[in-house]
């Protein structure tokens, strides 16, 4: 099994790390061989495993690609988390001047946005280039991803973090009502 995948030239240092150590570490936590092609910024991933090996160690390369720390995206190695990659280009036009623009609304003043969708989705972003990309558990990505799709879609900052202060209230307020279904099975034999 074999995949390629590019990554800028400017991550591929970040991937490499330092005397190939981050390379090294991917290899050994996935059971993959990793070749990369300096010039052309072309990563291949193969092993003699399984595909499952291969996925994950691209989900790991496109994350550091995307602006993650690799220690960050080592959080991939878990079973039940994902990357997630929202494009800005599906919000604004291509123009330079209007990512950064839309890259600031997501971080906001002093990063405190995307340090809030970060803790209350317990989840980690990451905006660079023209993307918006998310790590976590599937469902704390998609709540993430919710909340900055709205942002890129325009809402307003304040109505944003109510919806997210609204869903974070909400939570405990499911289980509840899940504890009440159990509760209400009949398990009395007939």
Known sequence: MEEIIRVGHNRL??????NGSVKREIQRKTKTKIDIDSHLGEVTISSDQSFFEVYTAKNIISAIARGFSPENAYN????????EIVSLEDYVKNTKQRHTQIKGRVIGREGRIKKLIESKFNCILSVYGKTVSIIGNEDSVKDAREAVEKILAGAKHSTVIKSIKRAS????YKEVLEEEKIDDIDFSEE
Not at 13 to 18: A, E, H, Q, S, T
Not at 76 to 83: E, H, P, S, V
Not at 169 to 172: C, I, K, M, R, T
Request: charged fraction near 20%.
């Open 169 to 172: 209230l909400l939570e405990g």
């Open 13 to 18: 240092p970040v991937l490499i790390g330092p």
């Open 76 to 83: 991939l190695l878990k079973d039940d988390y994902i990357l």
